[in-house]
Structures are given as C-alpha cells and as structure tokens.
C-alpha cells in the first residue's frame, strides 16, 4: 500500500511524475470522508492539505453528528459552542455531557456518532439510601461519576429511576452496573471485602424497563452464585457487571422518549448486603455488542 502511494508522486529515481494524492481535488476527498468513521478521517488528514482540508469540512462533521445534536448542544453554555466548526462540536459532544446536576451524562460515540448515555446511582431514587444503617455513598475512581452506592444490609432491596431525553432514533440496549462486595486500594493493589455480601443468592433480583410509548422488558438474575460468569470470564464477586435489563426502540427524538428502569428484590423474609451500584447504562444495542467483543476500542 505504501510503495503504491509512493508510486504515484515520484518516479523510479525520486523524480516527481503524473498526478498524485495532492492533485485530488478537496471536494472529492470529502466525499470520500463521509464514507469513514472521525478517527480514519483524523488519520488521514495528516497526508496533505487537501485531506487536511477536507477532515475539516462543515458538510463532512455534519453527517457524522446525530440528526438532533442540537438538543445535546442546549446542554452545554452557549460560549462554549459558539463559532465553532462542526469538527470542533463533534470533539466537544464526544466527551461526557452532564445534565440533571451532574447526575446523568450523555455523549457520542467517537467512532460512530451515536448517542450514549449514563446515569448515576445519585440520580436514583434508592429506599433507605438517608439511613447510613443501610446505605453509604463510597468515592471511588472505578466510576465515571466517581461515587456509588454501597449497600450493607437491607431487606426492602428497591432502585428506580427515570430519564426523558430526546434520544435520536435506533435501538437501545439499558443495563446496570453492580459489583458485589466492598472493593478498595491496599498497598497499592485493589481489594475486595465480603464482609456484607449475603443473601443474593436466596432470591433473584428482578429487572425492569418501560418507555412512555408503552414498551416493556424485564429479567431476574442470581446476583450472586459459584457458577462460571462466562460472559465477564470471572466469576460475579469482586468485579463490575453489567446486567441487560432489556432493549428498547427510538424511532425519532420527538416525542421525546421517557424511560423508567428499577431493578428490586422485596422479598422481606431475608436481608440482602455488600453490594454496589454504580450506574445505568443506555447504549445502542449494536454498539454494546461491538464493544463488548472488543470490535471497537
């Protein structure tokens, strides 16, 4: 590949000859750009100025944003937007966009464009999360929020929360993010403590979804057992887990789409402890998939 690109500037003895990268017109080469995901026309841009210039296209960024960026865009101050490039909305969008004080983030995708987005633990309604007896806010650089939930014992275990946003049209994948038991640094190494997990495996915990357009999903888990996790390769104590709670379909931002979500074990005949919730996830479902496999970095 290189000994042809190479071909077409310069003869056999290093003399220049016939046209070469640099005589394709920009037009041309942005067309080409609309076909390729941001980091390959990133890539490509250090070739030339007319792949420079083109990579830096208005028309090019604008296929590349979702059809309603600008409901992401009124999430952020107008100063910090303002005058910028398409290219430059697309970077500022790709990093996490905070809303509902800090508690949801929604950003896109940097190889796709898509819209993702994440809700903490402190952007739930948990029972009894006031009473420290229960519940305690641990920090922890383990999440993007840099806080979770951290639940000692209970017997009334019940997570809910909603988001409405006007999410682009395409098919959604919503999980929660758990861990069982207490993790933290000792001697520079990550530990995790046990000392409260019970009761996970007694009963299942149930999931569930809905969306204001009347779909619904829902699943139970063990959340803990001896049995192999094969889609984590460990088993579920001592490490992050995302649980599909179901998949949900968008077929255009507006209406502009509610979603509830809950995950709960209310069976009062036992206690239940030792578990963290760090989040929700709300993904393309593809995308998840990609991700997951290791598809995409």
């Known amino acids: 590949m290189g000994a042809s690109l190479s071909n077409l500037t310069e003869g056999s003895n290093g003399t220049a000859m016939g046209p070469g990268l640099g005589d394709i017109p920009e037009s041309c080469v942005a067309c080409v750009f609309t076909y390729l995901t941001p980091p390959e026309i990133c890539n490509?841009?250090?070739?030339?100025?007319?792949?420079?210039?083109?990579?830096?296209?208005?028309?090019?960024?604008?296929?590349?944003?979702?059809?309603?960026?600008?409901?992401?865009?009124?999430?952020?101050?107008?100063?910090?937007?303002?005058?910028l490039s398409k290219k430059d909305i697309f970077a500022l969008l790709s990093r996490p966009v905070p809303f509902d004080d800090g508690n949801k983030e929604v950003w896109l995708d940097r190889?796709?464009?898509?819209?993702?987005?994440?809700?903490?633990?402190?952007?739930?309604?948990?029972?009894?999360?006031?009473?420290?007896?229960?519940?305690?806010?641990v920090s922890t650089e383990e999440s993007r929020f840099h806080t979770v939930a951290y639940l000692q014992q209970i017997w009334w275990f019940e997570v809910?929360?909603?988001?409405?946003?006007?999410?682009?049209?395409?098919?959604?994948?919503?999980?929660?993010?758990?861990?069982?038991?207490?993790?933290?640094?000792?001697?520079?190494?990550?530990?995790?403590?046990?000392?409260?997990?019970?009761?996970?495996?007694?009963?299942?915990?149930?999931?569930?979804?809905?969306?204001?357009?009347?779909?619904?999903?829902s699943c139970e888990h063990y959340l803990d057992d001896t049995e192999q996790d094969y889609d984590n390769g460990n088993h579920k104590r001592g490490c992050w887990i995302d649980y599909k709670v179901g998949e949900f379909i968008v077929n255009d931002s507006e209406p502009v789409t509610e979603v509830r979500f809950s995950v709960?074990?209310?069976?009062?005949?036992?206690?239940?402890?030792?578990?963290?919730?760090?989040?929700?996830?709300?993904?393309?479902?593809?995308?998840?998939?990609?991700?997951?496999?290791?598809m995409l970095k």
């Open 264 to 294: 709960k074990q209310i069976d009062c005949t036992h206690s239940k402890g030792g578990l963290c919730v760090d989040s929700v996830f709300i993904i393309p479902t593809d995308l998840k998939e990609h991700k997951r496999k290791g």
């Open 160 to 217: 809910d929360g909603v988001v409405k946003f006007p999410l682009p049209a395409d098919i959604y994948t919503l999980s929660f993010r758990l861990h069982l038991g207490r993790f933290s640094k000792r001697l520079g190494r990550r530990v995790s403590s046990f000392e409260h997990t019970h009761g996970w495996d007694i009963k299942p915990v149930t999931f569930e979804l809905s969306t204001s357009d009347g779909q619904l999903a």
């Open 44 to 83: 490509l841009a250090r070739l030339n100025r007319a792949f420079r210039g083109a990579a830096s296209s208005d028309s090019v960024w604008e296929m590349k944003l979702p059809s309603n960026y600008q409901d992401l865009l009124d999430l952020v101050p107008p100063e910090r937007y303002q005058n």
């Open 111 to 137: 190889v796709t464009g898509r819209v993702c987005m994440a809700i903490s633990a402190k952007g739930m309604a948990i029972t009894g999360i006031d009473d420290r007896r229960y519940w305690n806010w």
